[in-house]
């Protein structure tokens, strides 16, 4: 008994170091106790590394993907320094890797039940797929299963590319061993009797409740399976079944994921940054057709409430769409809506600001406003495209719509909560009673009971629920080619590899150039079809 309790107090020294010198002086030179950092820390790292990148923000999102998407239009033209940002967040996904592999092999080197790790490694697998996921949607193949493994040996130090579709079978593997494996009960315990390993405080993503952890792991289940189901649907369906017939926990109303300031004890200063110095994003007349019914500058025709928490009046106080496609008679956009001498005189956007901005709050706001990760409201409008088309279950229209339906009313919700939570937004835009989000959602632009378009419908208000998540808009639109579009698409289908690849690891990104002909947006990702 002495033993075993020696060994659980090894684990909670990962976590919360502290001096345990009786019996314990092998445990005092363990290597799990570099004098540089402990697992705690680690663990803690690879969560802040979750936030955005400012040049990430700057030229991938701002710069590139709200013009590809149309959630926002492009003014004029732009810096065109894209490698900037993939440089970035390229950086930010192997150095959290490396992280990542350090945790993981620390963790095999305990002398432990292995059910007692279970939760924590749950818990860095669920990391892992996230941020995994992320970047190989946005490049395709990526060094993945030699990558961040530098410190092993040599050979690691120029990591081969894995093939998409490997990677995400890998993850959605790693996924189920969650939902299999994390256990969510009070203080648990093993078979024989060891209290299951934490990382206490360091978890500053959910707190350590393990059970919000197993609800984002089998979201993230249902986000990818949808994704990758044109593709290979007889690996795919089956998950979405399993988790929408068994009704396995997902992320639910007011459990939105997202990395939140306020609660993790950070301000968030880039996306201001990104866009006070882009200063070119507009509401666009796309996505102005999908909350206002007419072009009328009063705003009396806007039946969808997050018009006015996504977007606000120009510097004449006029609700003024930029021209999706502009042609030469389009007048100039200017003025400086996302100044932060807003602060101070909330009226001042600049006599040259023509055109409706991103309402200043949303973007400044850096305590309360999250970078958002997943909503309900997602995981709601994937089921209903699941239910309608029979992906994984059967064809059941009733239980689209029903899906549907909740979605709408998630996504209404939890922007207006953004509001009201909001410490420093002025002005605020009416926050609708129940009666009035219900009578909202049954506007005939918005109840998927009054058309024949209802899958149009489902993918338009997941794009929609995605306004601050133009990376998930873009891969919904590669997916489907159905989101809201005015004119021509473009053949941008991923981003080109950073530079820094070809010139570190010089073999084996010209072995992937070459399997793909060329290092181009034009080459689509493996799940598209």
């Given at each position: 008994m002495k033993q075993t309790h020696c060994t659980i107090l090894l684990l909670s020294l990962l976590l919360f170091p502290a001096s345990c010198t009786k019996d314990f002086k092998e445990i005092n030179q363990n290597p799990f106790f570099p004098t540089q950092t402990d697992i705690g820390p680690l663990f803690n790292t690879v969560v802040q590394s979750l936030r955005l990148g400012w040049n990430e923000q700057f030229y991938m999102h701002n710069e590139t993907l709200y013009g590809i998407t149309q959630q926002a239009a492009r003014t004029s033209v732009g810096f065109d320094n894209i490698n900037i940002g993939t440089e970035e967040a390229w950086a930010n996904y192997y150095k959290a890797l490396a992280h990542i592999r350090e945790i993981e092999r620390r963790l095999d080197a305990v002398d432990i039940e292995p059910e007692a790790l279970n939760n924590v490694r749950a818990q860095l697998k669920v990391l892992l797929a996230y941020k995994t996921f992320r970047l190989t949607d946005l490049f395709g193949d990526i060094p993945f299963t030699e990558a961040g493994r530098g410190f092993e040996g040599i050979e690691f130090a120029r990591p081969k590319f894995d093939a998409q579709e490997d990677i995400y079978k890998f993850l959605l593997g790693e996924l189920k061993w969650v939902e299999d494996h994390i256990n969510t009960f009070p203080n648990p315990r093993t078979a024989g009797g060891s209290p299951y390993v934490s990382y206490g405080n360091f978890d500053t993503f959910f707190e350590g409740d393990m059970l919000r952890w197993r609800k984002f792991a089998n979201a993230l289940r249902l986000r990818h399976a949808m994704r990758m189901v044109e593709r290979d649907p007889a690996f795919a369906s089956p998950i979405l079944k399993d988790i929408i017939e068994n009704n396995l926990p997902v992320i639910g109303a007011g459990e939105e994921v997202g990395m939140w300031p306020g609660r993790q004890d950070w301000v968030n200063e880039s996306v201001i940054w990104s866009f006070t110095e882009h200063n070119k994003l507009r509401m666009g007349s796309n996505i102005w057709q999908h909350l206002s019914e007419n072009d009328n500058k009063n705003g009396s025709g806007i039946f969808d409430p997050r018009a006015r928490i996504f977007f606000e009046t120009n510097n004449?106080?006029?609700?003024?769409?930029?021209?999706?496609?502009?042609?030469?008679?389009?007048?100039?956009?200017?003025?400086?809506?996302?100044?932060?001498?807003?602060?101070?005189?909330?009226?001042?956007?600049?006599?040259?600001?023509?055109?409706?901005?991103?309402?200043?709050?949303?973007?400044?706001?850096?305590?309360?406003?999250?970078?958002?990760?997943?909503?309900?409201?997602?995981?709601?409008?994937?089921?209903?495209?699941?239910?309608?088309?029979?992906?994984?279950?059967?064809?059941?229209?009733?239980?689209?719509?029903?899906?549907?339906?909740?979605?709408?009313?998630?996504?209404?919700?939890?922007?207006?909560?953004?509001?009201?939570?909001?410490?420093?937004?002025?002005?605020?835009?009416?926050?609708?009673?129940?009666?009035?989000?219900?009578?909202?959602?049954?506007?005939?632009?918005?109840?998927?009971?009054?058309?024949?378009?209802?899958?149009?419908?489902?993918?338009?208000?997941?794009?929609?629920?995605?306004?601050?998540?133009?990376?998930?808009?873009?891969?919904?639109?590669?997916?489907?080619?159905?989101?809201?579009?005015?004119?021509?698409?473009?053949?941008?289908?991923?981003?080109?590899?950073?530079?820094?690849?070809?010139?570190?690891?010089?073999?084996?990104?010209?072995?992937?150039?070459?399997?793909?002909?060329?290092?181009?947006?034009?080459?689509?990702?493996?799940?598209?079809?």
């Open positions: 004449a106080n006029e609700w003024v769409a930029f021209p999706q496609v502009p042609d030469a008679n389009t007048p100039a956009e200017g003025g400086i809506p996302y100044g932060q001498h807003r602060d101070f005189n909330h009226s001042i956007k600049g006599a040259a600001n023509l055109y409706s901005p991103f309402n200043y709050y949303l973007v400044r706001d850096d305590r309360f406003i999250p970078e958002i990760m997943l909503t309900a409201a997602e995981v709601h409008f994937i089921k209903a495209e699941a239910h309608l088309r029979g992906l994984g279950v059967a064809p059941n229209t009733a239980s689209a719509e029903s899906e549907y339906t909740l979605g709408i009313v998630a996504s209404i919700k939890f922007w207006q909560n953004l509001v009201t939570g909001s410490a420093i937004w002025e002005m605020k835009p009416p926050i609708l009673s129940e009666g009035e989000i219900f009578a909202a959602v049954n506007h005939p632009r918005l109840s998927i009971f009054t058309t024949n378009e209802k899958l149009q419908l489902i993918y338009t208000q997941r794009w929609l629920d995605a306004f601050r998540q133009p990376w998930e808009a873009f891969a919904l639109w590669r997916r489907t080619g159905a989101t809201p579009r005015t004119g021509d698409a473009p053949e941008y289908y991923r981003f080109p590899y950073p530079p820094s690849e070809a010139a570190n690891n010089p073999d084996n990104w010209a072995a992937q150039v070459s399997k793909m002909v060329e290092d181009s947006p034009r080459v689509k990702v493996w799940w598209m079809k």
